[in-house]
Structure formats: structure tokens, C-alpha cells
Nanobody
């Protein structure tokens, strides 16, 4: 059973930085694509950034390009989202998610509990 545990959310002023971390357990982390999603009040959940299992490639939604960086450490079974130049529009609950990498058609089925990020203006 895959388990995901996020940490690192909090309150920050606009222009500041936060680092979200997600710890993966229960299966072989290196075989999973990892994603960070967010959901703001009254809005749909959106994919913010993702990183593939092999070869490693990354994706960012347009609104965070140049400000957020996703990375993974297979030895520590962790994925990190470094968020810089934060804006009030980044305020949301952020979720870590995983899907099995070797199956191209797989979907994100494993989710963390979420961590709140609040950016004040």
C-alpha cells in the first residue's frame, strides 16, 4: 500500500518561498511518476508540477514556470516542490500524488492528505 506524507506548508508573504516535501512509502519509489496538485477554495484541483520515473522529465503549469521547481531523490523516496516568488494566487491546499510509471496510461491513484499554503499580500 502506497502512502504519501506531505510537509512544509504554511503562511508566507508575497514574494517569499516555501519548500514542500513528500515522503513515499510502501512500494518502489523509483517506479512512480510523482505530481504536485493544488486546490484553492471554489476551484478545481489542478496539476502544478510533475516528474517522471525514467527518464526523468518535468512538467509545470504555465502559472508557476520559472518560480517553482520539482525534484526527486530516489534514495530517500522523496519529491520536493521548491516554490519561490510566491503570489497570493498560489494560496491553496497542495497535494502530493503518485502513479505507476511503467504503465503509460496509468493515472494518479495515490494521494497525500494535503498541506495548506497561504500567501498573504
Amino acid at each position: 500500500q502506497v502512502r504519501l506524507a506531505e510537509s512544509g506548508g504554511g503562511l508566507v508573504q508575497a514574494g517569499g518561498s516555501l519548500r514542500l516535501s513528500c515522503t513515499f512509502s510502501g512500494r518502489s519509489f523509483s517506479s512512480f511518476d510523482m505530481g504536485w496538485f493544488r486546490q484553492a477554495p471554489g476551484k478545481d484541483r489542478e496539476l502544478v508540477a510533475s516528474i517522471t520515473w525514467s527518464p526523468i522529465s518535468t512538467y509545470y503549469t504555465d502559472s508557476v514556470k520559472g518560480r517553482f521547481t520539482i525534484s526527486r531523490d530516489n534514495a530517500k523516496s522523496t519529491v520536493v516542490l521548491q516554490m519561490n516568488s510566491l503570489e497570493p494566487e498560489d494560496t491553496a491546499v497542495y497535494y502530493c500524488a503518485a502513479k505507476y510509471g511503467p504503465v503509460v496510461s496509468s493515472v494518479y491513484v495515490f494521494w497525500g492528505q494535503g498541506t495548506q499554503v497561504t500567501v498573504s499580500s
